[in-house]
Structure formats: C-alpha cells, structure tokens
C-alpha cells in the first residue's frame, strides 16, 4: 500500500487548496454567473438577427474592516460568437466603490450605480445613473451601469436618510436612435460640468416618501441644427422631485413626480429649454399566493409645448420630429398606462410575467412577456420578447425592426 500514499497525500493538498480558496471566496462574498443569450434582432436598430453571445459577470464584495468594504463588479461579453462588426468583445466595470463607514453616516466613492425613484420601472427622478438599452441581456437590472461620483448617506434618524451625491463624470443614457451619423457634443469630465443632488427620504413601516433636488444633465440626449446638419447634445436641467409609497392590506399605492426646468441653449427645438411635468401614480395588488398586478398612469405636461408640425422651417421642423420621437413628448400632456402581472409555481422555481406599456397620443407601446424556471439551484432558463407597435415616428413605434424573442441560459458558480 506503500505507493497509494503520494497519491494521497496529492489529493488531500488539492481538497486543502480547493477549501481555502472557496473559504476565501466565501469571505468575500464573492458571486459569478456564466451566461448564454440568444437575441433574434439586437436593440440598435441595425437589422442585425440571430445574435448568439456569452457572458460572464463576477461580483466581489469584500469586506476590509468594521469601517471599510468594497464592491467590484465587472461584465466579459461576447454579443455574437460569430464576431460581426460592432459586436466584439467588450469589457465593462459596472461598479467599483468603496465605502467608508462613520457613527451615523456612509461614505461611498467610486463608479456606482445611485437609483432614486419608488414607481414601478419609470422613474421621472431617477437621473444620477444611467442605463444601456442596447445591451444584449434579458433583464431591466441588466441595463444599469455605475458613475464615478461621492455620495455621502447622513442617517437622522432610523427611518430618516440625507443623501447628497456629487459626480464631475456625466456618463448618458445609451439607447438606439431612428438616425445615425449625428455629431455628439458630451460634457468633459471637469468641475464645471459637476452634477450633483440631494435628497431626504424616509423608509418607515407604513408611509414611504423622499423629496430630492438635482443639478445636472440630461440622461437623454437633444437634439439641435447646426446649419444644413443634426447635433446632439445633453442639456443642463435643474430637477425637483417627490416620490411616496403606501400599504393598505394588500393593496398599495405609489406614485412619483419630477419638474424639470431645462437650461438655454442655442440654436435648438424651442420645446427643449421649456419647463416640463412628468408624473407616475400606480396602484398594485397580490391575490392567492403570489398572483401581482400592478397597474400605473403617467402624464408628460408641457404648459407651452410647441407642435413641431407647425413650424415652418423644415430644418427645425425635422428636429422638433427627432425630439419628439426621443422624449416621448407627443403633445403638451402626453398621458400613458403601464400594466404589469407576475405570478409565481412550483416552489418560487418557475416565474411567469407580462409587462405592457402604451402612450396614448400616438398610440404606440411596447409588450415584454418574460418566463424563467430554475431548473437548480444554479441554473436558469429564461424566455421572452421585446414587441413595439406604433408609427415609425413614434417612442416605441420607431423601434419595431428591434422586436423579437430572446432566450438565456444562466449558471450561477
């Protein structure tokens, strides 16, 4: 038996090795997901179908002292395994951050993602952070992507939260546009381009609700003439909003609200420096088990909006048009309806959802029905589909070559 015991002393090192490096792992908090997306048309308005991609996502959340953690997460993507253009490699540091932590107050400064906002998916306040619609993944959360600011939480009381976040790298909303080959001017990473906000809520056990105040830019781009040719640009805007959230039973109410007070600039759509209202009021409720509808209403007011139809030079006339069809600003108030159900079998392990959005004045809207089943604990299959309806020049009618399935095989180490 004597040659049987190198071998075993081997594996025992291995299972050694092995075990401290997933104690280590353990410690801190360190998570990935290897995953595997079929898109039947991309989201960039490019006719590009069948697109086959894989990709991996770690996440590390370690965990220095009493007073000092961290967290790195990072995406590896390859959109389509057979390499078309404008669909290679790419790398992305969602966020990196550390936070520092005092008696009664929170430090955090790095890239993060800063979400505000209590409405279900549209969110009028919801401008620190931006997201990228174009990415190749099937879930809303996979869109966001972190800013490099400061963002200091002050807790006045156990229910009570002051937030002021500073950032000097504005970073846009990324999203596919109806016109391509369009010069774009972005703010340079510099104090005088700093955007910052500031905002007080309070998460109690009955009555949730936040007050917030932001000075900054745009998230979504303008668009302006500069002689005989487009331009976009990301206009100053100072923000007033308010949010709040009530229980009642099973029931709840949520509703959010944003003033908009955009700043001059030369030689654009008059509609673009034109203080505006964007409001969302929704009422949810869970049957049986886990059965939820949730059912919202929201209104884009502008006091003196001006009809784009109506403007004689054909020049501002066709950038009136392409701001319309960006914003979503179809008229001076522009109502809508958003409607989700969910509704959850098996042990929580297969979960089906309908999301619908509709805008009323053009009466276009986007359908997404979502299905996943956890087949483990580490493994999920997920279906879908991204529908839009509506005239080309409309919101979500303009992203119809978009519409398609779209299926995912996720594994979680």
């Known amino acids: 038996m004597l040659w049987a015991a190198p071998g075993y002393a081997q594996s025992t090192e291995e299972a050694d090795g092995h075990s401290a490096i997933g104690q280590f792992l353990a410690d801190q908090h360190v998570s990935a997901w290897l995953r595997l997306d079929y898109f039947r048309s991309s989201n960039s308005l490019d006719e590009t179908r069948n697109l086959v991609g894989g990709t991996l996502q770690i996440k590390a959340l370690p965990r220095l002292n009493e007073s000092l953690d961290a967290k790195i997460e990072g995406r590896l993507a390859e959109p389509d395994i057979r390499g078309r253009p404008g669909y290679g490699p790419e790398s992305q540091l969602l966020e990196g951050y550390l936070t520092i932590h005092f008696g009664h107050a929170d430090l955090r400064i790095g890239k993060q993602i800063v979400a505000w906002g209590r409405a279900d998916g549209i969110n009028p306040t919801d401008n620190l952070t931006p997201r990228n619609y174009r990415v190749l993944l099937p879930l809303e959360e996979d869109q966001r992507f972190g800013t490099t600011s400061a963002r200091l939480d002050t807790y006045l009381s156990q229910a009570l939260t002051l937030t002021v976040f500073v950032s000097p790298y504005f970073e846009p909303d990324r999203f596919p546009l109806p016109t391509t080959g369009l010069a774009v001017e972005k703010p340079g990473h510099t104090l005088s381009s700093t955007e910052g906000g500031i905002r007080l809520n309070e998460v ?15 998230l979504i781009p303008m668009a302006g003439s500069t002689g005989s040719a487009f331009e976009l640009f990301y206009n100053r805007m100072d923000v007033l909003g308010a949010d709040c959230a009530r229980n009642f039973g099973r029931f709840g109410f949520r509703t959010e609200l944003a003033y908009v007070l955009p700043r001059e600039h030369p030689d654009v759509d008059p509609n673009a420096t034109r203080p505006r209202l964007f409001w969302v009021a929704g009422i949810d409720r869970t049957f049986l088990e886990e059965l939820n509808l949730n059912l919202q209403g929201f209104v884009r007011w502008m006091p ?43 042990n929580d392990t297969l979960r089906a959802e309908l999301l619908a959005i509709t805008n009323f004045t053009r009466g276009d809207g986007y359908l997404r029905p979502l299905l996943s089943y956890d087949v483990s604990d580490h493994l999920r299959l997920t279906l879908g ?10 919101q979500y009618g303009v992203l119809r ?3 398609g399935m779209f299926a995912e095989f996720r594994y979680g180490l």
């Not at 009136?320 to 960006?326: E, K, Q, R, S």
């Not at 589909?385 to 005239?391: D, Q, T």
């Open 401 to 403: 070559p978009d519409s």
């Open 204 to 218: 109690s056990g009955d009555f949730d609700w936040s007050l917030s105040y932001y000075h900054g830019y745009s």
């Open 304 to 346: 003196r909006y001006q009809d784009p139809v109506r403007v004689f030079d054909p020049t501002e006339r066709n950038v009136g048009a392409l701001n319309v069809t960006i914003n979503g600003q179809e008229s001076g108030v522009s109502p809508g309806l958003t409607f989700r159900v969910s509704d959850l079998w098996w």
């Open 385 to 394: 589909g991204n529908l839009y309806r509506g005239p080309r020049t409309a």
